[in-house]
């Protein structure tokens, strides 16, 4: 009995968690969906970036409850300004996607959102954690023996 609860558990855990990237598989994905330089950002930025948004995670998220959003999957796509929860407040959409959409193991549309995220004026300064974590620092170990 404690062998089927302990699978049990295991199994729900996984299935909450969602998937979480290897790095370099992570890298080799973004590069064949084109984010490799994309609007000047390098692979290893976005690398970076994602490696402290959400640490590989595609269930990731975050509440905050300043603005009652919600930053969504592996890019932490926030719901006030880029997809639609149903629940934020005055939410903009700009991506024109459901939040859910995010935290899909297949990160087509996630990276989709993400390059309209980056062509904004902010940029890729629009993400918290690429701005406290990456910006003006050396990130090449973010792709280093991936092959990419």
Same mark, same amino acid.
């Given at each position: 009995?404690?062998? +089927?609860?302990?699978?049990g ?7 909450? $968690?969602?998937?979480v ?7 080799? *994905? +973004?590069?064949r969906?084109?984010?490799d330089?994309?609007? /000047?950002?390098?692979? =290893?930025?976005?690398m970076?970036? @994602? ?9 990731? *998220? ?11 999957g @592996?890019? $932490?796509?926030?719901?006030r300004?880029?997809?639609n929860? /149903?629940? *934020?407040?005055?939410?903009?959409? =700009?991506c ?8 899909e193991?297949? @990160?087509?549309?996630?990276? =989709?959102c ?7 004026? $902010?940029? @890729? ?6 701005r406290n974590?990456c ?6 170990q ?6 990419v």
């Amino acid at each position: 009995m404690k062998a +089927l609860l302990l699978l049990g558990l295991l199994v729900l855990s996984v299935t909450v $968690q969602g998937k979480v990237y290897e790095r370099c598989e992570l890298a080799r *994905t +973004l590069k064949r969906l084109g984010m490799d330089g994309y609007h /000047g950002v390098s692979l =290893a930025n976005w690398m970076c970036l @994602i490696k402290w948004e959400s640490d590989y995670n595609t269930k990731a *998220t975050n509440y905050n409850p300043g603005d009652e959003s919600t930053d969504y999957g @592996i890019f $932490q796509i926030n719901s006030r300004y880029w997809c639609n929860n /149903g629940k *934020t407040p005055d939410a903009v959409d =700009a991506c024109h996607i459901s939040c859910s959409v995010l935290l899909e193991d297949n @990160i087509a549309q996630a990276v =989709a959102c993400a390059k309209r995220v980056v062509r904004d004026p $902010q940029g @890729i300064r629009a993400w918290m954690g690429w701005r406290n974590h990456c910006e003006n620092r050396d990130v090449s170990q973010y792709v280093s023996g991936c092959g990419v």
